[in-house]
């Protein structure tokens, strides 16, 4: 069944397309959201939605048995990403959503580095080249020194890391336990990191607020879904430089509902990056290993 779904990489791009457009809705969301709200009880909030969507696993989780050394991953991937996600709302409410959409591209360079620092993994040059160019394409993006740089740029630098690790830890997990419980964790444990930050700092959101958290929820868990497809159908060498599209999707966006300025600087540095992440992904899969980059979209919250 595996390798007929492979068979069909038109359907891997289609449904790369849709994950695009359901997770630049997640952006859009978001920047409608505002400031009012607090980043970490914004995020809270989404994720405490999105618990919903988890009822039908209440059995199987009731009846975990899991050892010490799984909860531990389980409580330091909680910690990991709900950093990432924390920082990610506060970048996305303060910076244009070309800038964050192209600087969360950053996350599979970073994972690589620690697949090589962590996992034992081999750097091979290529690697070394890709996580080079990765870099020069972050810089184009930044400019240092001919731009104003604000606290939401280097939020999303962190972000990039946080996700990074999450998803190393990801890789961990998914050798004890099966997928849908990883994810099914993934959400109790950011909801419960997240939730004293979030009570510390309280504002209570009006019903267009909840309205609008609860469409990032489901929005976030579509894109999950149909990005779950696109990997059914294609490899990551035929999905992953459609991921460059959410970029484009997120220009547009920012052109025509936000009134943010076009920037042809923040393109370039994302398609330099992108190109570094499928060449990664390329070379994975002409050597027939197993693939330890992820494509841009999973490192997502």
């Known amino acids: 069944m595996s390798s007929e779904l492979n068979a069909r990489p038109g359907w891997g791009v289609f449904w790369m397309v849709v994950t695009g457009v359901l997770f630049v809705g997640?952006?859009?969301?978001?920047?409608?959201?505002?400031?009012?709200?607090?980043?970490?009880?914004?995020?809270?909030?989404?994720?405490?939605?999105?618990?919903?969507?988890?009822?039908?696993?209440?059995g199987t989780l009731s009846r975990l048995r899991l050892d010490r050394g799984t909860w531990g991953l389980f409580v330091l991937r909680g910690i990991a990403h709900s950093a990432g996600v924390g920082l990610w709302f506060f970048a996305m409410a303060r910076i244009p959503l070309a800038d964050v959409t192209a600087m969360n591209y950053l996350s599979p360079i970073y994972v690589t580095l620690g697949a090589a620092l962590?996992?034992?993994?081999?750097?091979?040059?290529?690697?070394?080249?890709?996580?080079?160019v990765a870099l020069i394409g972050a810089l184009i993006i930044l400019r240092p020194g001919f731009r104003d740089l604000g606290h939401g740029h280097f939020a999303m630098l962190f972000t990039a890391v946080a996700f990074g690790g999450s998803y190393l830890l990801a890789k961990m997990l998914s050798d004890r336990c099966q997928p849908g419980l990883v994810v099914a964790m993934l959400s109790i444990t950011v909801t419960?990191?997240?939730?004293?930050?979030?009570?510390?700092?309280?504002?209570?959101?009006?019903l267009w607020e909840l309205a609008i958290l609860m469409g990032v929820a489901a929005f976030a868990t579509g894109g999950h879904y149909t990005m779950t497809l696109a990997f059914?159908?294609?490899?990551?060498?035929?999905?992953?430089?459609?991921?460059?599209?959410?970029?484009?999707?997120?220009?547009?966006?920012?052109?025509?509902?936000?009134?943010?300025?076009?920037?042809?600087?923040?393109?370039?540095g994302g398609l330099v990056i992108v190109g570094?992440?499928?060449?990664?992904?390329?070379?994975?899969?002409?050597?027939?290993?197993?693939?330890?980059?992820?494509?841009?979209?999973?490192?997502?919250?």
């Open 26 to 58: 997640v952006t859009a969301m978001v920047k409608v959201l505002g400031t009012r709200i607090p980043a970490t009880e914004a995020a809270f909030l989404r994720y405490v939605l999105g618990l919903i969507f988890l009822l039908p696993m209440l």
């Open 118 to 132: 962590f996992l034992g993994e081999k750097l091979a040059l290529r690697r070394v080249m890709a996580i080079v």
């Open 192 to 206: 419960i990191g997240l939730a004293p930050v979030a009570l510390s700092n309280w504002v209570t959101p009006t």
């Open 232 to 268: 059914q159908a294609a490899p990551l060498a035929v999905t992953q430089p459609v991921t460059f599209l959410q970029l484009v999707w997120a220009v547009l966006l920012g052109v025509t509902f936000f009134a943010e300025p076009f920037d042809p600087w923040v393109i370039l």
């Open 276 to 301: 570094s992440v499928s060449f990664i992904s390329w070379r994975e899969a002409v050597l027939k290993r197993r693939a330890v980059t992820p494509a841009a979209h999973q490192t997502k919250f």
